[in-house]
């Protein structure tokens, strides 16, 4: 069975600060993992994913996550924070054998002026 | 290429109606999944369906339904509508021969049950 965990239902940040969305994992088999993004009243948009290649995966919008194994852990990064990437984050794992991807329960992030 | 496009986008139902949401996926795309969101629950899965079957179901009740067309279209339907049943219906697909699994998202459709 797989599972996420997003620690953190809201973070806040000011413009300008580094970004820090946690997401742990459980998975019996090599997982696929993905950050998506929503806006409001939007659907939600791919910002990233890990497929066993690189371990550090860079996505849209200067976001990156860091696949760590060891740890469970896939948490999503930006250095900068910007305004417009207030919104709220969705970790999901997925795997080759599943057809279906579990969704965190998601994070909202806010940024301060 | 044009993206999954769903509708209505809103919708306003009384309890005890029933109510069918369409979904038209990615050109290309064979397997098209239904997620429902709501802000005590947040997304959980429906259901998947892929060549008009149903590949997987999530954990909710026979009043909800939903079938593929051979174009890959889908619908879904909720019979016998509860107040309970007012969210983001979110229809997502994908490339199934991507067995990366990336699913590409809709808009969704807001159903208010009054």
């Known amino acids: 069975a797989q599972s996420v965990t997003q620690l953190g239902s809201h973070v806040s940040v000011s413009e300008g600060a580094l970004v820090l969305l946690r997401c742990n994992y459980s998975?019996?088999?090599?997982?696929?993992l993905f950050w998506y993004v929503q806006y409001p009243n939007q659907g939600l948009q791919l910002l990233l994913k890990y497929t066993s290649a690189a371990t550090l995966v860079k996505g849209i919008n200067g976001f990156e996550a860091e696949f760590k194994k060891s740890e469970t852990s896939f948490h999503l990064t930006k250095p900068s924070a910007h305004m417009s990437d207030a919104a709220e984050y969705f970790c999901?794992?997925?795997?080759?054998?599943?057809?279906?991807?579990?969704f965190g329960s998601g994070t909202r992030l806010s940024i301060r002026p | 290429k044009a993206g999954v496009t769903q509708t209505p986008r809103y919708l306003i139902k009384t309890r005890g109606q029933q109510v069918t949401l369409s979904c038209s996926p990615i050109?290309?795309?064979?397997?098209v999944s239904w997620y429902q969101q709501t802000p005590g629950q947040g997304l959980q899965f429906l259901f998947e369906?892929?060549?008009?079957?149903?590949?997987n179901k999530g954990n909710f009740p026979g009043r909800f339904s939903g079938r593929q067309f051979s174009n890959s279209r889908s619908e879904m339907n909720v019979s016998t509508l509860e107040l309970g049943d007012s969210a983001l219906y979110l229809c997502?697909?994908?490339?199934?021969?991507?067995?990366?699994?990336?699913?590409?998202f809709g808009a969704g459709t807001r159903l208010s049950v009054l």
């Open positions: 997502a697909s994908s490339l199934v021969r991507d067995r990366q699994n990336i699913q590409y």
């Open positions: 369906y892929f060549s008009e079957t149903q590949r």
């Open positions: 998975s019996s088999v090599p997982p696929y």
């Open positions: 999901a794992v997925s795997s080759s054998s599943a057809s279906k991807i579990i």
């Open positions: 050109s290309g795309h064979r397997s």
